[in-house]
């Protein structure tokens, strides 16, 4: 047997962080070393499942799973109690079903590798996960399976999954998605068969055909243009009949009529004889038009998806305390005034503060960055975030629509309903249009009814149809179909149609700081020796590192750390103290060194960037920490400014750490301790005073200043919320990336303009020559299709480099 000795963790491909840690693989005679008991205990289950392929379809790295406290699964339990899972939880005799938000999911291979082993669990009948949402859906036999060992079965993986409840609103999105696609795609078949019986009719009208086999290509185009006036355009026509109810007037009321006259016109054609038939406009025409509509359908219903989102965020359950006993409840039975126990690890449920104990919480959730901020007694703690450290109970205060979580929700939504001017104004004007539309069709029919009665439905026709806002309608839609197209190759992600024309006139780009400008992890930037031998005070730190949960302790992770630590202490928001080889050591913050020594240097070390190793004698390093800047960051900033974009810098971290980073980019305008409230604000006030704003964040406290900016850009590894909320997303990272949606904006706009220019152009030059009866309804049909094609191809030209 050899050993593979390679330093990585045969897992998650991470370094070893612990010695001794091996596993005989079952296929070969090597000896395989891990990073963790987690990622062994892993692997064995892939390996006894026969799932070793898993490791070979894998495109990224995975995260390596941490060891499951008992607590957590004497918790799950509770999800095997009918009255508990009874919102979540669909029965029928002995079957169940229940959907599952998943966490930890990186790629494909994942999802491989959990259908198939959540599938040979006894009793799970169906397990399939939808690989866009990370969403599964779950069937089991109660009799012959529990959902507690299920989702256990997860977490022995190193994945998390929870029930949770899809409410009404979600399931009604869902039906209209649904029912959106399936009008599109009758619509897409019919133009397609429709252009392909069309051609030999037009060519007919040149060269001659047969009475017989026009009559039936005519026949065929009724059979399926139809489906597609009856069904897929229906939502015209009821849009309309409403309009008229209502006595107003939208788009739905000119597209209805041409579509209603020209398939009407086409069927009395066919049945009785005539030259001209409109079966293949009629099914274009619809099809277009649903396909606009169904891109801004798609925004819209993602917006909608950010309050399952929310969902994911905030824990299940809850641990009350009632006296000295614990009671495992769902978190919409806590009330205010409970007592609440918060072990490490677990998501605070309610606003609250802390009766007992002290601990370090993870307030990313509401400021985004990445250093934990020190609780103690009568400390106040936020829901949404994370408890670090220590067991700490906390008397809630506010729960449900009172927490702060919950304050941001309402500040998103509120941003959201505030509509641009530019869209105001536009629906003022489609109303005038319209009707402007409607009058002169009106007005041709009459006076041409009085001149030469038999003309006069066929010219009116004429110019109802070549009023069509075909051209009109598709001059944006094709171009920024084009150019997202085009960045979503490049890495950026256009996930709202106004994206690309805020792009082309943005003056003021605002980035967030962590996770944004930087990396979003802390890491060790520097070591500074002040006494002994680099490598072994890295081990040393890293060996009392390895038994702290700050993240701080994560830095060290890339040492060995493989020394025994006797008399372990650590003291919260301070530092660690242990004995290594008979030696007492401590390291931390300055303050926390500075208690053990009286050394001025550790006054050189206290701008809240450097820890410190010492023994009780002497200081033996300093540790500068920091969030790394991203490579691309500083690139991206003068090419952004080279564009004579304004840049800033808005962040909610300390004024320390923003000055830092501000300056090693050159921002010169930044501001620090910014809550979500704050963001929003300055982002409001800028807009006020005449700036078209950028905002590029990634923390769930950016989600406001995301929602309340014309132009919002979340980075890819940000909270799913903010990517919900975001007009775009930067998929690769690579803040340069950024510059060419600049460029790309500022074509769009130009190829947007071109459009509309040849579109109007059609039709002030058509609608005269159709009033005098000098265009016929087939050549206004065939004229509108050119003039759409001529606005496809100028589109295209997008995709190109």
């Known amino acids: 047997m050899t050993t593979t000795n390679t330093g990585i963790c045969a897992h998650c491909g991470e370094s070893n962080k612990q010695a001794g840690i091996t596993l005989q693989s ?48 004497e918790e799950l339990k509770y999800y095997d109690q009918p009255e508990f899972v009874k919102d979540f939880v669909y029965e029928s005799e002995d079957s169940c079903e229940t959907t599952l938000l998943i966490e930890g999911i990186t790629c494909a291979a994942c999802i491989w590798l959990l259908e198939r082993r959540i599938t040979s669990l006894p009793g799970v009948t169906n397990f399939t996960i939808n690989h866009t949402s990370f969403r599964a859906s779950l069937a089991w036999n109660k009799q012959a399976g529990h959902l507690s060992d299920i989702l256990g079965a997860f977490l022995s993986l190193g994945y998390k999954a929870r029930p949770f409840a899809i409410n009404e609103a979600e399931q009604q999105f869902d039906r209209e998605r649904k029912q959106s696609l399936l009008r599109l795609a009758i619509a897409g078949l019919g133009m397609m068969q429709n252009m392909m019986f069309a051609v030999p009719l037009y060519v007919g ?35 309309a009949i409403r309009d008229v109810k209502t006595r107003t ?47 801004e359908m798609q925004a819209r219903l993602k917006s909608n998806e950010s309050i ?69 007694k009568s400390d106040p703690v936020i829901a949404g975030t994370t408890n670090i450290e220590n067991p700490i109970t906390v008397t809630v205060e506010k729960i449900g629509q009172g927490t702060r979580i919950n304050a941001i929700m309402r500040l998103l939504e509120h941003a959201q309903r505030e509509k641009p001017p530019i869209e105001i104004l536009a629906n003022r004007i489609s109303g005038y249009f319209v009707a402007l539309v409607l009058l002169i069709c009106a007005g041709t029919f009459i006076v041409w009814n009085v001149i030469h009665p038999e003309r006069a439905f066929e010219i009116a026709l004429s110019v109802l149809v070549v009023t069509c806002p075909c051209a009109l309608s598709l001059a944006t839609p094709a171009a920024l179909t084009a150019a997202t197209s085009f960045l979503r190759a490049k890495g950026f992600l256009i996930t709202r149609g106004h994206a690309l024309e805020a792009l082309a006139t943005t003056q003021h780009v605002i980035f967030d700081k962590t996770g944004t400008l930087t990396q979003g992890n802390i890491s060790i930037q520097s070591i500074e020796v002040l006494s002994g031998n680099k490598e072994r005070l890295a081990n040393i730190a890293s060996s009392l590192e390895k038994h702290s949960e700050h993240p701080i302790a994560r830095a060290f992770a890339e040492y060995a750390g493989a020394l025994p630590v006797e008399e372990m202490q650590n003291y919260v928001g301070k530092g660690i103290e242990g004995v290594i080889m008979g030696t007492s050591y401590r390291i931390g913050k300055p303050a926390f ?15 809240g960037h450097w820890v410190l190793l010492a023994n009780k004698t002497q200081l033996l390093a300093a540790f500068g920490i920091a969030d790394k800047i991203r490579e691309t960051a500083a690139n991206a900033i003068d090419l952004i400014r080279k564009k004579h974009i304004d840049i800033s810098l808005l962040s909610g971290d300390q004024p320390q750490a923003v000055n830092t980073i501000a300056s090693a980019l050159g921002i010169t305008r930044f501001f620090s301790e910014a809550t979500p409230e704050s963001k929003l604000h300055i982002i409001k006030e800028m807009f006020n005073n005449g700036q078209n704003i950028a905002m590029v964040g990634d923390g769930l406290n950016d989600v406001p200043a995301l929602a309340g900016a014309p132009l919002s850009i979340a980075m890819g590894s940000a909270n799913e919320l903010a990517k919900l909320k975001a007009d775009a997303i930067l998929l690769s990272g690579n803040l340069e990336t950024l510059d060419l949606a600049f460029r790309t904006g500022q074509r769009t706009r130009k190829i947007i303009r071109q459009n509309l220019g040849w579109a109007i152009s059609y039709n002030l030059l058509a609608l005269p020559l159709a009033i005098i009866g000098m265009i016929p309804p087939w050549a206004a049909a065939i004229g509108m299709s050119l003039s759409s094609l001529v606005v496809v191809l100028n589109s295209l030209r997008l995709t190109r480099a």
């Open 205 to 239: 009208l040149i060269n001659g055909i047969s009475e017989n086999f026009e009559l039936l290509f005519r026949l065929i185009s009724l059979f399926v243009a139809t489906p597609v006036v009856f069904f897929s355009a229906r939502p015209f026509f009821s849009a």
């Open 249 to 295: 007037l939208s788009m739905d009321v000119p597209v209805s009529l041409a579509i209603g006259f020209a398939y009407l016109s086409s069927v009395y054609v066919t049945m009785t004889g005539g030259k001209d038939v409109y079966f293949d406009s009629v099914s274009m025409f619809t099809f277009f038009l649903l396909l606009g509509r169904h891109l």
């Open 26 to 73: 079952q296929n070969t005679a090597e000896i395989l070393e891990f990073c963790c008991s987690g990622c062994k205990n892993v692997y064995e289950i892939i390996q006894n499942e026969g799932l070793d392929d898993f490791y070979k379809i894998r495109t990224q790295a995975i995260h390596a799973p941490e060891d499951v406290p008992k607590s957590t699964l």
């Open 308 to 376: 399952n989102t929310l969902t994911g965020i905030m824990p299940a359950t809850a641990i009350k305390m009632t006296g000295q006993s614990e009671q495992v409840i769902p978190v919409t039975q806590i009330a205010i005034g409970d007592t609440l126990l918060i072990r490490p690890g677990n998501v605070i449920p309610a606003d609250g503060i802390i009766e007992t104990g002290s601990t370090s919480v993870d307030e990313a959730a509401l400021t985004g960055e990445f250093m934990p901020v020190n609780k103690g």
């Open 593 to 607: 060194i500075a208690e053990w020594l009286k050394d001025p240097q550790i006054n050189e070390f206290s701008d």
